[in-house]
């Protein structure tokens, strides 16, 4: 299984905090936001590549970070940058098109574990590893963020009475549910097709959850109900919240 972290925004919100520095890298408690996602990742044996997709703007950052990386040589020496060579916030790739050049460059054949490199969180990621290998099929990370006002700023799923997805929407104006995705999904190989698939079909290059709404059309996807904390980085007032 590979992961792959995507990292490769711009973050315009949160300027003057991200002019000079990736989001996934701002500190919370003096330490990068990434390496709190790297920690949770170190006791997952099934992934054997962490592939940091970040751009040219912000690339250096990352080979720093990654030289300066103190958790241990074992999973450090997983962990590749990848340059998805865009300089500006009008030429981003955006989440499906960086997944899609990751892929690509790479030749990824395996199960791929996707991480939005803004999300941070306590949740136990082997226990989601563990429920897609029971499953065999395409998962995704959810949460219940408990407020319906809240979740209007999330990609927010339906349920039906079996537990199985039955809608997927990005940001709705009215949120049918609580339950949000939290940026965390394993895709099965046999799906990563339609990642180029979708692209092809001239929907945009957009965030991932619109490729788990496209996936959730078409077939069965799979949600895995995580409990912790979550925040999802949003803005510089949630930042100074956390850090």
């Known amino acids: 299984m590979k992961c792959i972290i995507l990292c490769a925004g711009y973050a315009t919100r949160l300027y003057p905090l991200t002019l000079d520095k ?9 330490v990068p936001l990434l390496n709190y996602i790297i920690e949770r990742l170190k006791d997952i044996k099934e992934i054997d590549e962490i592939l940091v997709v970040t751009n040219s703007k912000f690339y250096f950052h990352f080979v720093w970070w990654l030289e300066h990386l103190n958790l241990g040589d074992e999973i450090k020496n997983k962990i590749e940058i990848i340059n998805d060579g865009t300089n500006e916030e009008t030429g981003r790739l955006e989440g499906i098109g960086d997944l899609n050049f990751v892929m690509r460059s790479k030749n990824i054949k395996d199960d791929v574990f996707v991480i939005l490199g803004d999300n941070y ?3 136990n990621l082997s226990g989601f590893v563990d429920f897609y290998k029971e499953k065999g099929e395409t998962c995704i990370g959810v949460y219940d963020i408990k407020n319906r006002e809240n979740a209007k700023r999330f990609g927010i799923l339906e349920l039906g009475d079996g537990g199985e997805i039955i809608s997927f929407e990005e940001k709705p104006k009215n949120p049918k549910t609580t339950l949000a995705s939290v940026g965390l999904y394993i895709f099965s190989k046999a799906d990563l097709r339609y990642v180029e698939e979708y692209i092809k ?3 945009g290059k957009r965030g991932i959850g619109f490729l788990v709404k496209y996936l959730v059309e078409m077939k069965k996807v799979h949600p895995y109900k995580f409990e912790g904390w979550w925040f999802d980085i949003g803005s510089k007032e949630e930042y100074e919240e956390l850090k």
Not at 22 to 30: S, T
């Open 201 to 203: 079909a001239g929907y």
């Open 121 to 123: 969180f306590n949740f």
């Open 22 to 30: 990736p989001k996934a890298l701002l500190p919370i408690n003096n």
